[in-house]
């Protein structure tokens, strides 16, 4: 079967109520039939629940959808995005240890990098995300442990090559760790590409409506195994309800990606000329600086364009003050559209050295194409542009 039809079928064990939609498992523990089947389970001899910040059926059940649509062997659900990537960084990495990273990633996983890493002894390393084979390779350490990238990034939607950080990792016996957050798994699958776990803020399309907070990370068992009993002991579980909120969104996963990723290929082509943008950026747009590899890697373009407002620091504020419909929020990948300015807010924090780096601009807007009708997405743009 498509994995997009293994997921949507894929539930928990129907009790004898023969439900046809899976019931949510709220509980914080779960009981035993009698000492010795207790003993056996504490002891890992027998597969049994103990405690829901260990597993949960909900919870296993989102797991395990998402493991199919990755292609994925096993994996760890989280409270968040950001605890999902923290697991998969301590999880894995000890002190001495050196992290090779690409420059354009979201800036909570900059602080963790930058700012937490180090109290730990664990260095790195960024690399440009249009660097050169020989650029990667040539910031690999005897002590590299492990290679953390986003793609597309955040927010300037550069897009990396898979297939050559997965033949680097290969070569050099290297953990590939991929934040696929803004593909999802119906526009991309880093596994197939060489990747070893791959992280998802499930927040964001996962979820699709900006309702709860969830992360997850999967890949290969011994490696997801290590993070279990990182977060098993430090506490970073999803709760039941989220999990639960979080399956049943995964059923809609593939559907509502479409939507987005056709929205913003929409908008992307009928703003590329628009006079009062320096640029427009979206992966599927032949204009792109890697149109090529995303055509080889992705199966959409994904639900996010970017585009720069001349007039720099100031216009991106005056169009964000503009909009009447585009939702101003700090999330994406909702039903409804919204846009961002990062040099004003999540990336504000930044010199201007570093955003330069990453390629934030003092005019780039990212917008989170919704659900609703394009056209009334394009209109509500249009005239943010124009007034004045």
Not at 319 to 330: D, G, V
Not at 331 to 357: C, F, M, V, W, Y
Request: glycine share 6%; aromatic share 8%.
């Amino acid at each position: 079967m498509h994995p997009t039809t293994k997921a949507i079928r894929t539930q928990i064990e129907r009790t004898e109520q023969m439900e046809h939609s899976s019931p949510m498992f709220l509980t914080s523990s779960f009981v035993y039939e009698d000492a010795e089947h207790m003993r056996a389970a504490f002891a890992d001899e027998i597969d049994a629940n103990i405690y829901t910040r260990f597993s949960n059926p909900t919870v296993q059940e989102f797991i395990d959808k998402i493991c199919i649509l990755e292609g994925a062997e096993s994996g760890f659900a989280t409270a968040s995005g950001m605890s999902a990537i923290f697991a998969s960084f301590m999880a894995l990495m000890k002190q001495g240890d050196h992290l090779l990273v690409c420059r354009s990633i979201f800036g909570s996983t900059h602080t963790v990098i930058t700012k937490f890493l180090p109290k730990y002894g664990i260095d790195y390393t960024y690399v440009d995300a249009n660097a050169k084979p020989e650029e990667w390779e040539a910031a690999i350490r005897p002590n590299t442990k492990m290679i953390f990238l986003e793609t597309p990034t955040n927010p300037a939607l550069d897009v990396i090559d898979l297939e050559l950080i997965g033949q680097l990792g290969k070569k050099h016996n290297l953990i590939v760790n991929v934040d696929n957050c803004f593909a999802t798994p119906i526009g991309q699958r880093p596994i197939d590409f060489g990747a070893d776990l791959v992280v998802h803020s499930a927040t964001k399309w996962i979820d699709g409506q900006g309702r709860v907070l969830g992360g997850i990370v999967v890949g290969k068992p011994d490696l997801i195994h290590e993070i279990y009993l990182f977060c098993r002991s430090t506490g970073p579980s999803l709760s039941p309800f989220n999990a639960w909120v979080l399956s049943k969104a995964v059923d809609t996963l593939d559907v509502r990606m479409q939507r987005h990723a056709s929205s913003a290929l929409y908008l992307a082509e009928k703003l590329q000329n628009h006079p009062q943008l320096s640029w427009v950026k979206y992966p599927f747009l032949p204009s792109h600086p890697q149109y090529k590899i995303a055509q080889k890697q992705m199966k959409n373009g994904g639900g996010l364009v970017c585009f720069d407002l001349k007039g720099g620091l100031e216009s991106g504020r005056k169009f964000l003050n503009n909009l009447k419909l585009l939702s101003l929020t700090a999330n994406l990948g909702d039903a409804r559209t919204i846009a961002s300015h990062p040099a004003s807010t999540t990336h504000a924090k930044l010199t201007d050295a570093e955003r330069q780096a990453v390629g934030i601009t003092p005019g780039l807007i990212r917008i989170s194409v919704g659900l609703e009708h394009p056209e009334d997405i394009l209109q509500d743009i249009l005239q943010a542009l124009e007034e004045k």
